[in-house]
């Protein structure tokens, strides 16, 4: 019940059944602490706001608050549901961009297979430790460590990593925007090794900025040069490369995982250099800005874009992604738009068709796996872009070319954040089909 008096004093802040995550963990993403004094009229919308908070950790299946009041007191208790935080899921995946892609191509040996043991919440300080070994088409072994927190004031983080990755296939051309392989079945054309170590500067689970640097060793067979001799910069068959990075990340979405409300917003500004006069210096700015709103009770929408600016005195086929990489165009799944820049538009209007906040497996006696949530929501929605190619475009008509696609979906959300879209698009070229997709689309 609302407080009897204007203001109130927080008296206690109270947590319970986080049996793994500490105390202080949760302290830190809350916005008031012991002794502060809030508004009694906004004092619901407060909490309601630090509930997200937590909840956005992704670390629980639940978030819930409650509070009393007592003579201009008030006692607040957050009660929360921990996930398990211990993966070791067997991981079998596409060696292609998408789940098209590999369709389209039709070669079912283009698999990749292995395990992936995760760590998440280590030491209950929200520290993750992945570590990945992958066999089949590609192959991969991946090591990263993050830890959020490293000083007194729980606003300096790290994070490490090292991969090694090889395959059995490699891209090493685009004409009429279709990527071109080189498959090999008793070598790999493509090896890669690369090492990076970040510094986080953390106010919060929504607002964070950081700095990284890292180091790639890659190497490609003599075949690929001839194939391509602009695949790396002067014929080479390898290249060294340091590249650094800042980032800015401002994440006001409601929820993380599939967001309805809220904004979000990103910025990156990275130099890579190369050794050994394998490559010219690269600039690269990115960023990125999404609006959700709701709009009743079962209609939400979603409107945002994104870009990029790549620049340098030299271009390889090998740096030159644009569309189709990082960032895609609904409707263009099955191609790829190469380029130095681009940019692109978003908007999406949803409606739920069901939600269930928990579905309850009676045979399953552990609370972190007996309750599924289930979301449908039915989507339409419109993309358009463009992909500036000055060196590349001339096998390639969909770059410099304003293209858009439009469409409707099936978006599914459900335990531990999975969610599966499946839309079926158009595009300006008259190209149509069903994707099939995982993650949020924008």
Known sequence: MPCEVPSVIIQNIDFEGNDITRERVLMVELDFNVGDTLASETLEQRLEENRKRLYNLRLFHTVS?????????????????????????????????NF?????????????????LQRRNFRGRNEDIRFRVQGGFSRR????????YINRNHN???????????????DFNTTSNQQRFLILDEDRPIRRNSVSLGVIQ??????????????????VLDTVRRLNPDYYLNSSIQRQAAQFELYK??????????PLGGSYFEAIIGQTFFFKDSGTPITTIRAKYVDY????????????????????????????????????????????IGGQHYGIFKQTLSYELLNIKSIRIKQIKNPKFNNIPLSVYFTTFTDAGYAVDNVFYAQNPLANRLLYGGGVGLNIVTFYDFVFRFEYAINREGNRGLYIDGGFAF
């Not at 098209?100 to 992936?116: E, H, K, L, P, Q």
């Not at 953390?202 to 180091?215: F, K, P």
């Not at 990340?249 to 599939?258: A, D, H, K, Q, T």
Request: net charge neutral; glycine share 8%; with cysteine.
């Open 249 to 258: 990340v401002i994440n006001l979405r409601e929820s993380f995982s599939y």
């Open 293 to 336: 709103m709701k709009l009743s009770d079962k209609f939400y929408y979603s409107v945002g874009g994104e870009g990029q600016v790549r620049l340098s005195k030299e271009y390889a086929y090998a740096d030159n992604q644009a569309i189709g990489f990082r960032a895609n165009i609904r409707g263009y799944e099955l191609n790829v």
């Open 65 to 97: 608050y409650a509070y009393s009041c007592d003579n201009g007191f008030a006692s607040v208790a957050f009660t929360i549901q921990e996930r398990w935080y211990l993966y070791p899921v067997p991981t079998f995946s596409l060696a292609d961009r």
């Open 100 to 116: 098209n892609a590999w369709w389209d191509r039709g070669d079912w040996s283009r698999v990749n297979y292995g395990i992936t």
């Open 141 to 148: 072994i991946e090591f990263a460590y993050r830890i959020p």
């Open 202 to 219: 953390r106010e919060s689970v929504q607002r964070q900025a950081g700095a990284r640097v890292s180091y790639r060793q890659e190497q």
């Open 156 to 170: 300096l983080g790290l994070e490490f990593g090292v991969a090694n990755y090889s395959s059995h296939a490699i």
